[in-house]
């Protein structure tokens, strides 16, 4: 017999679950998932161009072949590899290929040695951290130049120690500000919607800004805005070319020299 609600609680949330579907599989960014779905049609094609083999059938073999999968995985990275491609894409590749049949995600040692031997041979680079003075000086021209949503992304960033990729995410909504709380609060916090760390930390994060001039700031900037709106109205691109203005008029690198790393917008968190 078909399940039915058995409850007011039950018909609640089967109406409040109406049209959504449930996937088998990790809970990651929708971004995150087109983009191994791209990775995954490209192994897909190099598979059957260069050994021959259908992606298909190579998953639904009965039992499952861990050993035969991550061979064709790990000729697949050397040959990304010798292309010049990013780290990112093999991994990704391998995490796409292992939600296809979660049985084997334990079990792609080999696939995951030679990702390992890759970030080994190039090391990742972090971002270098932003000094306040050249914050400061960042915020200054950009008011200078009229552009108070660029200095405000920056000011939120440095402050809130937050990922670009999060305020550019952020609308009104999730901006809390000292004239959203109870009396005598001082300080702002942005709700983090989707942490990049919820798989293995707190599923609701926020930061908070404490810095009394910053909160000012916001607050002249954003009080009456509607609660739908975005706190950067541009495109992404606009942003990062915005802040490649401003570091050219401080008369500061742009691009990497050696091992010398420009400062980006993803020097705001470290």
Partial sequence: MPIAPASRADKDRMLHRAGNALLTTR??????????????DRFKAWLWQEKGISFRHLMETRPADPEKISGVLVDYGRELYAAGKAYGIF?????????????????????????FCWLADEPHQHHP???ISIMAALVTAALTWGWAYEASVILTGWTGVLRIGEILAATRAELVLPCDSAPGTSFALLVIRQPK?????AKHQAARI?????????TAMYAKADRSARLWRYSASTLRKRFTQLLTALRLPTKKDGDSRPFDLGSLRP
């Avoid at 960014?29 to 087109?34: I, S, W, Y």
Wanted: proline share 4%; hydrophobic share 45%; aromatic share 6%.
């Fill in 91 to 115: 991994a990704e590749t391998i995490n796409a290929v292992a939600v296809e049949r979660p049985l084997i995600r334990r079990q792609l040692n080999g696939a995951w040695d030679l990702a």
């Fill in 197 to 201: 760390t919820r798989g293995r930390s």
């Fill in 129 to 131: 951290a932003l000094p």
């Fill in 27 to 40: 809970a990651v960014r929708d971004q995150t998932r087109d983009k191994r779905k791209v990775y995954l």
């Fill in 210 to 218: 404490d810095q009394e001039d910053v909160v000012a700031f916001l």
